[in-house]
């Protein structure tokens, strides 16, 4: 990776730990191990890890307890889309959930993601605070993306390309759709392993012509992206509430199709169109239907814009945090 190891944007200190292997995605960092361990409680206020999923959390949990420094966790949803739900559940009944227990507080997106915890045996309080993005960093005014070609319908999937995130369930609808629309354009934003066996499918199916692996992009010229293309799609099976991807889309007023998540749709409600998920015949269906009608798309995004503003904006998202970590802090007699 080419970040530092120590810089300090925006008056913060982050500390890089290089990963020595990557199970599953879950980073195992020695010197993340040793930082934490050598940290001295008298000079820590708080932790705040974010998701239980990850080894970094559990040692985080680890030291909260030795420490008796305040733990906060952000559930960032219970299940992760890399690792055997199997094997996921088992670990959620132990050491997932007793990270989850450690903490003081546990901040979720929605009030159905704190009924999934009690569900699965999570005793901490809870605290919803919805997540936030900047909306003025995505907006519907401004450049759009060279990598995109304006004279074709053109459906974004912002996503990692892993088994949860179903990346090939947005490919077959295109491949669908191909027959009524031989110019749509799918484009995948995002990389991971399923990559090889994907371009093994486009290649198989003679689709190179209407999809592009744009790989990792990034991040400050995801906007323009989202502003070239006519909508989004996110096909994963597990999200919690209020995926980052779906706000940035709205925030640019562009509508969404999404897997019918409970936990999302009871948030998002009038912005997008969902489907059951792993119907890709279903996607494709909710794709034409916004690709067909400008008017729909125009009113669903515009919608999309305002609900971010007015709920879903960073500056509110940060103040809730804040307040919550001050009053944990000032109990805690730190």
Request: hydrophobic share 35%.
């Amino acid at each position: 990776d080419d970040l530092p190891a120590i810089e300090e944007p925006h008056g913060y200190t982050v500390i890089r730990f290089p990963a020595l292997f990557s199970p599953v995605g879950n980073d195992v960092s020695p010197g993340m191990a040793r930082y934490l361990w050598h940290l001295d409680g008298d000079d820590v206020d708080l932790i705040h890890a974010h998701s239980h999923l990850y080894l970094t959390s559990n040692m985080a949990a680890v030291k909260s307890r030795l420490s008796g420094v305040p733990l906060v966790v952000t559930n960032h949803g219970l299940f992760s889309q890399s690792a055997s739900r199997k094997a996921q559940e088992i670990y959620l009944k132990t050491l997932g959930g007793w990270t989850f227990n450690r903490a003081e507080r546990v901040f979720c997106y929605t009030d159905n993601e704190v009924a999934r915890l009690r569900d699965h045996g999570i005793r901490s309080e809870a605290t919803v605070v919805s997540n936030g993005i900047d909306a003025t960093q995505f907006t519907p005014d401004g450049e759009k993306s060279s990598l995109i070609d304006p004279e074709k319908p053109a459906v974004l999937c912002v996503s990692r390309l892993v088994d949860g995130k179903r990346p090939k369930d947005a490919i077959v609808a295109i491949e669908r759709l191909k027959e009524d629309w031989p110019d749509v354009q799918l484009y995948l934003c995002g990389d991971g392993y399923l990559r090889e066996e994907l371009e093994r499918y486009l290649a198989e199916q003679d689709l190179q012509e209407n999809v592009t692996l744009l790989g990792n992009v990034p991040y400050d010229e995801i906007p323009a992206i989202y502003r070239a293309c006519d909508l989004l799609v996110l096909p994963s099976e597990e999200e919690a509430g209020s995926p980052r991807v779906v706000l940035e889309a709205m925030a640019t007023e562009k509508p969404y199709v999404m897997a019918n998540l409970q936990q999302t749709v009871d948030v998002l409600n009038q912005t997008g169109l969902t489907y059951p998920v792993g119907d890709s015949e279903k996607l494709a269906e909710a794709i034409e239907t916004l690709l067909s009608d400008d008017d729909l798309a125009t009113e669903i995004g515009a919608n999309g814009r305002t609900l971010v503003k007015e709920e879903f904006n960073w500056t509110k998202t940060v103040r809730e945090t804040t307040e919550v970590m001050e009053e944990i802090v000032e109990n805690s007699g730190r």
